[in-house]
């Protein structure tokens, strides 16, 4: 059983350029999460995706936004990159429909100068 | 105020020792409760799950919700160096669904 990849390890982008993250979920896992941790805190929600629409959304601004595509792979897009957004983020997936907890991948740390 | 507290430690403990890892929550929604472990530079790993109040045991780790209280904690006896990482609380109403993280404790433990 294949796991949850995240691509790149690492980005370092200016202040003000745009930034693409990309996951793929766990093999039979149908719905997907993305998460911003911020150096020494927890992770934070931004939102979830299943069967391609966006079901949840935590407290981002719409400058974050996102895609999942059939083959239950997703992506993280980032516009206007603040410095505050220097952080690490998570994709997390999880089958929907009795599902108890989600799992994570290694995360993307992204860097904004 | 946060719907998750977690002391941030960080916690040294000597090989061998019992360690207590705790969270408070504010809402009372929350019905699923997990334990996650991070090594540095990784991503979270799920250590333990419990659904609803009462207690769970696996190997070395306990978890342990008391919904009255809205408190949680993780006990890791004869704790070994390798369990030297962050622990992270986190919650949530509805199953896997758009979890609440604390801000997690840091844990070394001593050879």
């Known amino acids: 059983e294949t796991g949850v990849t995240q691509s790149p390890t690492h980005l370092i982008k200016t202040r003000g350029q745009q930034v693409t993250l990309r996951c793929s979920s766990q093999?039979?896992?149908?719905?997907v999460s993305w998460y911003q941790q911020a150096l020494g805190q927890g992770p934070q929600f931004i939102f979830q995706y299943y069967r391609e629409e966006e079901n949840g959304r935590g407290n981002f601004p719409p400058r974050f936004s996102g895609l999942q595509f059939p083959n239950y792979s997703s992506e993280l897009n980032v516009n206007a990159l603040e410095l505050d957004d220097s952080a690490l983020y998570l994709c997390?997936?999880?089958?929907?429909?009795?599902?108890?907890?989600?799992?994570f991948g290694p995360g993307t740390r992204l860097t904004v100068l | 105020q946060k719907e998750v507290e977690q002391d941030p430690g960080p916690l040294s403990v000597p090989e061998g020792a019992i360690v207590s890892l705790n969270c408070t929550y504010s809402?009372?929604?929350?019905?699923?409760f997990m334990w996650y472990r991070q090594y540095s530079r990784k991503g979270p790993e799920l250590l333990m799950y419990?659904?609803?109040?009462g207690n769970k045991e696996d190997g070395r780790f306990t978890a342990q919700v008391d919904k009255s209280s809205k408190y949680i904690s993780l006990f890791i006896r004869d704790s070994q160096p390798s369990d030297s990482a962050t622990y992270l609380c986190a919650m949530s109403r509805t199953g896997a669904n758009n979890l609440f993280f604390g801000t997690g404790t840091r844990l070394t433990v001593i050879p």
């Open positions: 419990t659904y609803s109040s």
């Open positions: 997390a997936s999880f089958p929907a429909g009795g599902a108890d907890t989600q799992y």
């Open positions: 809402n009372s929604a929350f019905q699923y």
């Open positions: 093999s039979g896992h149908n719905t």
